[in-house]
């Protein structure tokens, strides 16, 4: 079986490789491809795959958009941190989909699916993203954010705002003002509804705002170190991996 891996952080794409050919020892594998531009690219270059493991949200915007470049005719199980309701239109064109992190038995699941789906896979049916994309992809980038807060609701303008991180698990707000407000959503949810423009995701921690850059450093192992114009919980670093989209990324405004 020819398997691509469609995932812009190197760990996790690894980390599935490694999975796949402990489950799958005879498969080959494509990849991993990081942005939505290099899959398009590999994609229509040559024989398509018998399977693709994709990451949802990439360096470069949401997987989905490849589907609008390259008609793919084999099964995909997509890798996500999206709620249930969300992903009943994978599940009902017979897309499965595992949960980050995911361990073995999760990527197990999925291929284990695929198996008993392969009548359904062999017609080259696929999946029709029409409600996906409308129910999944925002329409527009979202303006303000209905925060709880002293037992009272509030709205934060997304102009307000410097970055999102992850605290205890738990999505935080933090204001250009140094206010700070927790929301229900996970970040890969925040990070799909605010504008790709004016927010740039660092690592699994934290979603920046362009505005709350102060300036950025050449830092150990290739990594990056970028200053805010207010003080993060955490050194903010970026891998040598992501580092060129986020110069392009800041660059190509």
């Known amino acids: 079986m020819n398997i691509a891996i469609i995932e812009d952080e190197l760990k996790t794409a690894r980390s599935l490789e490694n999975i796949i050919l402990q489950l799958r020892p005879a498969a080959k594998i494509a990849g ?34 490849i589907f609008k470049s390259v008609e793919i005719d084999c099964p995909v199980i997509f890798c996500t941190a999206f709620d249930e309701y969300s992903l009943e239109a994978f599940k009902r064109n017979g897309v499965d989909y595992v ?50 807060k002293h037992q009272k609701y ?37 990070a799909a509804s605010v504008s790709q423009k004016q927010f740039f995701r660092m690592n699994r921690q934290y979603l920046v705002n362009f505005s709350a850059i102060k300036e950025i450093e050449h830092y150990f192992m290739r990594k ?13 670093l970026i891998n040598k991996e992501k580092a060129p989209s986020f110069l392009a990324w800041m660059e190509n405004r």
């Open 99 to 148: 949960l980050k992190p995911f361990s073995k038995d999760d990527i197990a699941g999925a291929l284990g699916k695929v198996d008993d789906l392969k009548n359904f896979f062999q017609q080259k049916a696929i999946p029709d993203l029409t409600e996906l994309l409308s129910r999944m992809a925002p329409q527009a980038d979202k303006t303000s954010f209905l925060v709880f």
């Open 32 to 65: 991993p491809y990081q942005s939505v531009e290099e899959s398009v690219e590999a994609l229509s270059s040559g024989s398509q795959p018998d399977l693709i493991f994709m990451d949802i949200q990439l360096a470069d915007g949401l997987s989905f958009e």
């Open 154 to 190: 509030t709205t934060v303008q997304t102009a307000q705002i410097a970055f999102f991180y992850i605290r205890n698990e738990t999505s935080m707000i933090m204001c250009f003002d140094g206010q700070e407000f927790s929301l229900s959503q996970s970040l890969d949810q925040i």
């Open 224 to 236: 990056l170190y970028v200053k805010l114009v207010i003080e993060t919980p955490d050194q903010l």
